[in-house]
């Protein structure tokens, strides 16, 4: 293999396929990046056998071939060389050259043939979103995944599509957060995918609005996102039955300021998070809203206007769970719907039907 | 005591004081910050006997008084409120109630009676530096200080005043750093400040040309920033003669451009890391300096054009320990002044006698 190319778009495409490789892999091949260079392109791959990441750049190819290099070492030389062409000359024996200005390097590599196939395309099964709305669900929705594995399944997100709406879901067993979104989809379809994966593909997405192409079979999904390829393995197993834990009743509607709700609700955090369980108590009253919260060193109060519909309530949250969904939604104002102290609370953005996040409360013994 | 005073001006003067705090400490009232309200200024301090920082800022004083307060509890309330006025009122028994907007805080206190006092500014020794000055001089100088508590006294630097020049020299038993500055001074002084300490000096000096005044007595040293007091207790025991190590006799002379230099050098370190001693080597003849690095996974060549006065030579460095005194260096061009490749190399920027960085060579066996 022997190819020319700029440093500059070599070490961006290296970026991105680095986000694939895991530093504590135990497979030594898999601590490399794959390197294939065909037909004016340099096609590169990273993988940690849960997702694969395959970039690739324009490149002039003298002569076509494959490599698997460290993918650390490589990465520091390239990015540290300077913008100017970098020659790459593989011999037989997998020593890679690499010749930059008057910069060279020799790099043991490995050979191509051990390195794992990922997943190809499946042209029939796929549907198209733009870029901007899958970024927005991803980070509307990702913060709500389990973080511990007693229920595996809920470490993923559903992606669930019918009647041309796509949505994804996630609960850990506290709260829920749902986005649903209008694109068109041909098929009904119900996969899980993993919150790791779908961190990565929010990092890579551009925060333009070109489509991002999704295709899928039982065991896998793909995003396609221009020159990049992103390979994920599926969860396995049944996702919660969501839409029964939303209910549309309530016995109060409160709206309020979404941004002066979030402040408020981060101060008290603050003396929340020094108490045992991060408690906040929230007092809705004809027009206002009042945020409590005591420990040890001291306490606060803080006071919000609302445009409040039915009960008043005194109701408490764990605030990291009641803050994390606040602060995914952008619209001004939100609504919360509650039942009692002891049902879930629904937040809304006013006039938004796309984003449901529900948090449970936590009951307070009776002298608190 | 009992004050109104700007959000944002107080966070700043929390943030500053703040960085004498340590949170390892084990004496409770030193993760306090003291305040101290008296003729319309609120001043702070915080420390940790070692070090302690005292700045002020305007207020309005209802009622003058002082207080011990937690401090990062405090510093994040303060900076999480609303830029508007706070009022903060302190009772008999030492609880803060702070109160900003619609915010209520309570915080419990601690007398001010058991807060250590810092060392008092005297004012018959001082001198006065420019603020972008003993930034640079700290920046060139404290990278060299020794990390290990093996010779305590290494781990300070040593400031020097003498006929109008002032020094702050760092040694670690590896390299050596001297910058010296012209600066109108009276007395001798031989002081070692403590590497801690003169980089927080280092965070709170602004970018701008005003003076400091540093004062200083047997045991303590003083920075006067405007509204800043810096106050650090000296190392004791007696530093190295430095003077002794600078020789001026070379073999060879070498000019080379300072940033292809460490660009250079910060390729080759890649590979140099890799291997057990961070070793790269550096040959030196007619017009080229050719730098290479090998370790198990491969090798490196650098070349890069020179002027030479004198010998060729082949000598080595720990890759670390040559590049931390070059990246100090902000002329375009240095010069490196050898004898031999078992003697230490010196390096100075071209036509700037202020600054001198001296580093040891890696002794090579025989084969290598």
């Known amino acids: 293999m022997k190819i020319k190319i700029q440093q500059r778009e070599l070490s961006k495409c290296i970026n991105i396929v680095q986000k694939g490789i895991s530093s504590k892999t135990t497979l030594p091949i898999l601590s490399g990046i794959l390197l294939e260079a065909k037909e004016g392109k340099l096609k590169l791959t990273g993988t940690d056998l849960e ?62 043939i051990d390195y794992p196939q990922l997943p190809e395309i499946f042209e029939s099964n796929y549907f198209e979103i733009p870029k901007d709305l899958l970024k927005s669900m991803i980070r509307q929705t990702i913060f709500a995944t389990a973080q511990d594995e007693t229920r595996p399944i809920l470490t993923g997100a559903l992606l669930e599509t019918s009647n041309n709406n796509v949505s994804l879901v996630a609960i850990d067993g506290y709260r829920l957060a749902v986005k649903k979104v209008s694109v068109n989809v041909s ?63 309530y016995k109060l509607k409160a709206k309020v300021n979404t941004r002066d709700f979030q402040e408020c609700l981060e101060r008290a955090s603050l003396l929340a998070r020094e108490g045992k369980n991060n408690l906040v108590k929230i007092d809705i009253s004809d027009d206002k809203l009042i945020i409590t919260s005591n420990s040890e060193i001291g306490n606060v109060h803080e006071e919000l206007p609302i445009k409040l519909e039915g009960n008043d309530i005194k109701i408490a949250f764990n605030s990291k769970y009641i803050l994390e969904g606040i602060k995914a939604i952008d619209s001004e104002e939100i609504e919360m719907n509650m039942i009692s102290n002891v049902n879930p609370c629904i937040i809304r953005p006013v006039e938004d039907n796309s984003y449901t996040y529900l948090v449970l409360p936590v009951r307070l013994a009776a002298d608190e």
């Open 51 to 112: 997702i694969g990441i395959k970039s690739s750049v324009d490149c002039e190819t003298i002569k076509e071939g494959s490599i698997v290099i460290t993918s650390r070492i490589f990465g520091d030389i390239i990015r540290k060389l300077p913008d100017m062409p970098i020659e790459i000359n593989v011999d037989e024996n997998n020593n890679m050259h690499i010749q930059c200005g008057n910069s060279k390097f020799n790099l043991i590599g490995q050979s191509a």
């Open 187 to 249: 098929e009904d379809i119900k996969v899980v995918i993993p919150a790791k994966t779908l961190n990565e593909v929010n990092k890579i997405l551009e925060d333009d609005d070109a489509e991002v192409k999704i295709s899928y079979n039982q065991g896998n999904i793909i995003f396609n996102i221009g020159d990049t390829l992103i390979t994920s393995r599926l969860l396995e197993g049944q996702f919660l039955n969501y839409s029964d834990i939303i209910r549309n009743e």
